[in-house]
């Protein structure tokens, strides 16, 4: 029925993608225990993409649309608390690092700081598609470090912009966001380690709490709690008054251009409240995410709504970007209301496509929460094409 529903709402909007989204909504219905084991034994056993095709110019390597491993794409709850709560999960976190290093030794895309009056923003690409990066105050040459997941590129990146480490910002405790802090902290002795201390972040010497401030030099770090990817996920706030520039939002896990994290420790609803937090801040506010998924994002969002223009424009300018091994980020917030799915569980489109209707006390709390959590289960599901 909801496959019906869902092509009935997309009718006149491309059949192609109405036959995609019925689909995945399809997909959705099956046996769960029966598509849970189907796809963990995928992830398992996948043989890594060995056939690429020619480089687009000497100069340039080509990169795969199919990304590295990811630690949590094997689903179940089984995996995920030996990933998070057991030394197993920091091995195979220590195996991500040396297989990143050696097919990416520049880093998997190739980025540009930007810099304001005072304050500069560095993006380091680590891993097969994190992002590191590093806030410095160029006056006083003070830096701050945001999911420094590969301590060696986040050093190198210290000592290119002469700069000295005094914290380091954990979003969360997933090692591909926080594995590097130890290392840091021990070659920066007066460097801070922030975080939430409901996440068991590695090496926390500082915890925060929501809408503390951190202060290093001229820079005013704002943490949000914004939990459902993990119970103590925070986002960082950047703010822009000091240095007359835009806020800048650091958000982990939490919002990435055009798409969302999963919600491992929480429900729709944690995870919505989460989303309308940052729905709060201004448009003119830069979004530097903690992963590069931003063509996989964007040929999703075109499933759910194919008519927006403003992620037709933006799915061009990515892949010239991606062809050319360019980050994608920043974003702005004022984008992503345009075309996130995951930032626009209000639109009426979206409703009429997937979503329930208000509840009967007229309160659309809970349908929005439903939908969100209906997006969130067909993401997991879509294969980029």
Not at 61 to 86: C, D, F, H, Q
Not at 146 to 166: R, T
Not at 311 to 323: D, F, G, I, N
Request: hydrophobic share 30%; glycine share 8%.
């Amino acid at each position: 029925m909801a496959a019906v529903v869902a092509a009935t709402a997309l009718k006149g909007r491309g059949a192609r993608n109405a036959r995609v989204l019925r689909g995945i909504l399809s997909g959705a219905t099956a046996n769960k225990a029966s598509q849970n084991r189907t796809r963990a034994l995928q992830s398992h056993s996948s043989p890594e993409c060995k056939e690429e095709p020619e480089p687009l110019s000497p100069e340039l390597e080509y990169i795969p649309r199919k990304r590295g491993k990811n630690p949590m794409k094997a689903v179940g709850l089984a995996w995920y608390s030996l990933y998070t709560r057991t030394w197993l999960g920091y091995l195979f976190y220590r195996q991500q690092l040396r297989r990143a290093r050696n097919r990416y030794p520049k880093g998997h895309s190739r980025t540009q700081p930007r810099l304001f009056n005072g304050v500069k923003v560095l993006p380091i690409p680590v891993l097969s598609d994190n992002y590191s990066y590093l806030i410095i105050d160029t006056h006083a040459r003070l830096a701050v470090a945001v999911d420094p997941s590969d301590p060696q590129a986040v050093q190198a990146s210290i000592e290119k912009e002469g700069v000295n480490l005094v914290a380091i910002l954990c979003t969360h405790k997933h090692w591909d966001h926080s594995g590097g802090n130890r290392d840091l902290s021990r070659w920066h002795q007066d460097c801070r380690v922030y975080g939430s201390p409901q996440d068991g972040i590695p090496y926390l010497t500082h915890p925060l709490c929501h809408q503390d401030v951190v202060s290093v030099g001229r820079l005013q770090i704002q943490a949000l709690a914004t939990p459902g990817h993990t119970q103590g996920h925070l986002v960082y706030l950047l703010d822009g008054e000091p240095y007359k520039g835009p806020s800048c939002l650091f958000s982990g896990d939490l919002l990435f251009l055009s798409g969302c994290g999963r919600t491992f420790e929480g429900t729709a609803e944690t995870m919505l409240s989460s989303l309308d937090t940052v729905l709060g801040l201004g448009d003119d506010t830069l979004l530097w995410p903690g992963h590069e998924y931003a063509e996989e994002n964007l040929g999703f969002a075109g499933v759910v709504e194919p008519e927006n223009l403003a992620r037709e424009r933006k799915m061009q300018w990515v892949q010239r970007q991606r062809m050319e091994r360019k980050s994608t980020c920043p974003s702005t917030l004022g984008e992503e209301r345009s075309y996130n799915p995951f930032l626009r569980t209000h639109c009426l489109v979206l409703q009429e496509a997937l979503g329930p209707g208000p509840g009967p006390t007229g309160d659309d709390g809970c349908s929005r929460a439903q939908l969100l959590e209906k997006l969130r289960q067909l993401k997991d599901l879509h294969k980029s094409k």
